[in-house]
């Protein structure tokens, strides 16, 4: 199975039990990002949550970003892949205009 497909049925099959493991109370992206990196690491993925960070500089701000670095080793080759399961979520518009 390739990745992209464990990693949407894992995603799928994630329920509370997976999330409160991680957390108790109201979830959010950090948990299914560590549940998920929980369950391909059962699945034998080499894998782990990153975190970028920047400074401040100048008018932009400075924040972090967390994501899922996995190692895919196929038949003796290795493939990074990098998983973002809130990517979208960065690039909303506040107030949107024709």
């Known amino acids: ?6 990693v949407h049925l894992l995603l799928l099959s994630m329920g509370e039990t997976d999330l409160h493991s ?7 992206a950090n948990c299914i990002r560590y549940s998920l990196v929980k369950l391909l690491g059962l699945s034998r993925y080499d894998d782990d949550v990153c975190v970028s960070r920047w400074q401040r500089s100048g008018k932009v ?3 972090d970003h967390q994501y899922i670095d996995v190692v895919n080793y196929n038949n003796g080759n290795s493939e990074r892949v990098i998983i973002d399961i809130d990517f979208r979520s960065h690039f909303k518009i506040a107030r949107a205009v024709d």
Do not use: A, Q, T
């Open 22 to 28: 991680v957390k108790s109370g109201p979830y959010n």
């Open 61 to 63: 701000l400075g924040g």
């Open 1 to 6: 199975m390739d990745l992209f497909s464990m």
